[in-house]
Each structure stands twice: as structure tokens, then as C-alpha cells.
């Protein structure tokens, strides 16, 4: 946020960063709770964005001279325990899905390294007993 009018600013407040801050907040929790989990997991930059697009030219900034530039969500927390449960179930199985990724394609290298090798021994083998024949 940037400061337009520091009379405005001074007429409207006596602390023009909480407001800035508290308003935020209202914005983007009024944003997210609009939209499920899964919706909000998936799309949460796109949420926020949009929150700040439909908010940035709200009177409220307007009538303490502040001029919105940016917003940003950088940590959330559950509410309540049933969403922080399917979200640490969420996280936990992303984290498995990408070990197990790794570990295929270690086993992968591995099998292709064989394969390579044991196509080179063949050719090698072939080559062998064209010479000697």
C-alpha cells in the first residue's frame, strides 16, 4: 500500500497499518470462504488476486488516501481440527506420491542402465563370433 494523502490518511486514522492490515484480511477471508478446500488448495493465487482486483478501488482505501498496490497470502491455518486433519491427510499423501515417484524412477535408471548394458554384451558377443567364424 502507498500513502496518497497524508491528511485524509490523518483525518480517517490513527493507524493506517492496522486498518490496511485488518481490512486484508477481511478482504481475503471473505474471498476464501466463498470456496471449498479443494477449490482453495488448488487455486488459492488466483483467489487472492481476484480478492485484491475487486477490492483495490474500495472507498475504504480511497477515504484514508492509501492506494492498494499488492496483496499477499503468505500462511493460513485451519480453523477448526477436521480441516487441518484432511489438509495434513493432503499433504501427507502429495509427499508420499512424490517418493514414490523418485523411487520408480531410480528403479527406472537402474533397469535402463542393465538394459543398455546387457544390449552392448550382446552386440559385443555377436561381434565376437562373426570374428571368430
Known sequence: WRIQDVRKML????????????????VLIGSISEVDLATFMVSFNTI??????????SAFWSDRGIR???IELNNY??????TAATLQSMIR????????LQ???????????????????ESN??????QQA
Request: aromatic share 4%; glycine share 2%.
Open 11 to 26: 483525518n480517517m486514522t490513527s493507524d493506517p497499518e492496522a486498518d490496511v492490515w485488518f481490512k486484508s484480511r477481511s
Open 48 to 57: 487472492v488476486l481476484n480478492a485484491f482486483d475487486n477490492s483495490k478501488n
Open 68 to 70: 492498494m498496490i499488492s
Open 77 to 82: 491455518r485451519p480453523v477448526d481440527l477436521r
Open 93 to 100: 499423501g502429495t509427499v508420499q506420491r512424490i517418493n514414490d
Open 103 to 121: 523411487k520408480q524412477r531410480s528403479s527406472n535408471d537402474v533397469m535402463k542402465e542393465k538394459l543398455e548394458a546387457d544390449i552392448m554384451l
Open 125 to 130: 558377443q555377436t561381434l565376437l563370433i562373426e
